[in-house]
């Protein structure tokens, strides 16, 4: 998984629809309006993944998480629910359109927040933009919108009141929870600028816990730490800054397309393969992001 889940953008898509005011007193075809466009526009930034049906220069990972995903589409991608939901229930109502804008919006701002990071600002910026801050699962988050489904029950049950606040609430607990994994995240990674060339988060599946991913003249040091505790270095990785790579990128482009897309990567020239790695991802050995190819192909 390269995102947030996409069943964090589902609960995402749930709680907005469930944050809708007056939903009670709504048709039938209204409240399917406002639900399509809740969980669909908290999707659509993903339809990305079907680039990879016609990349054949290995530039999807360029892609993925790129235009769609940027700020300045957001207003398309809300007004193409709006029109959906008039031509598929002739509901026409600005608050669709505000609530398919607000749900991209969060897709797009949340996956900030990850290692993956995210064209923002394409087409006026190729950056990438990542805190590293978020991991890519966030089980605290499941665990907010579980608690705010189950006092929306509860409170169904019992009276007569709108739920609604309590899914706001929620979304608001969420941008805490946020707000401090990226606080925290920001101090635990500052005094490592000062030791190392290159430096890169990635938050763990732990709260308040965080990968730092340090390169200095060809070594890379990845350390767990944390604002309560010391850290420890747990991997030492040698990359081989004087390797060749035009070879590499002409046999394999995808590792072409890492290389640039990465903040910086792990050079492999053991004799066996040539290639390279973002070691972000780096876990018991080896980094799921891993383009080479086998030295024992013929460079002629």
């Known amino acids: 998984m390269f995102h947030i889940d996409t069943i964090t953008h589902t609960l995402f898509g749930l709680a907005l629809y469930g944050s809708v005011k007056d939903k009670e007193e709504m048709e039938k075809k209204e409240r399917m309006a406002y639900f399509i466009t809740a969980v669909g526009a908290s999707q659509i930034p993903d339809i990305d993944v079907i680039s990879k049906l016609w990349d054949t220069e290995g530039l999807y990972q360029m892609w993925h998480r790129g235009i769609t995903h940027s700020i300045f589409l957001t207003p398309i991608w809300a007004l193409l629910f709006y029109f959906i939901c008039y031509y598929l229930f002739r509901v026409k109502s600005s608050r669709i359109f505000l609530l398919g804008f607000i749900a991209v919006v969060i897709h797009n701002t949340s996956d900030l927040f990850n290692a993956w990071g995210t064209g923002y600002l394409e087409p006026f910026s190729s950056i990438r933009i990542t805190f590293g801050t978020v991991p890519i699962i966030d089980f605290v988050v499941w665990v907010i919108f579980l608690v705010a489904w189950l006092f929306a029950l509860r409170k169904k049950k019992h009276t007569n009141k709108q739920v609604y606040p309590i899914y706001r609430i929620a979304f608001c607990l969420v941008a805490v929870h946020f707000l401090i994994q990226t606080v925290q995240g920001l101090l635990v990674v500052k005094p490592y600028y000062d ?9 763990n599946f732990i709260p308040w816990d965080y990968h ?20 420890k270095k747990v991997y030492e990785l040698e990359s081989k800054e004087d390797a060749n790579l035009d070879y590499l990128f002409s046999q394999n482009p995808k590792a072409k397309t890492l290389y640039e897309w990465s903040p910086f990567v792990v050079i492999v020239d053991d004799g066996e393969k040539l290639g390279v790695y973002d070691p972000r991802f780096y876990r018991n050995g080896q980094s799921f992001l891993f383009e080479y190819i086998e030295m024992n192909h013929s460079r002629e």
Do not use: E, M, R, T
């Open 212 to 231: 730092v991913i340090a390169k200095k003249d060809g070594k890379v040091d990845i350390f767990s730490d944390n604002l309560f505790q010391p850290s």
């Open 195 to 203: 030791k190392y060339d290159q430096v890169a988060l990635s938050a």
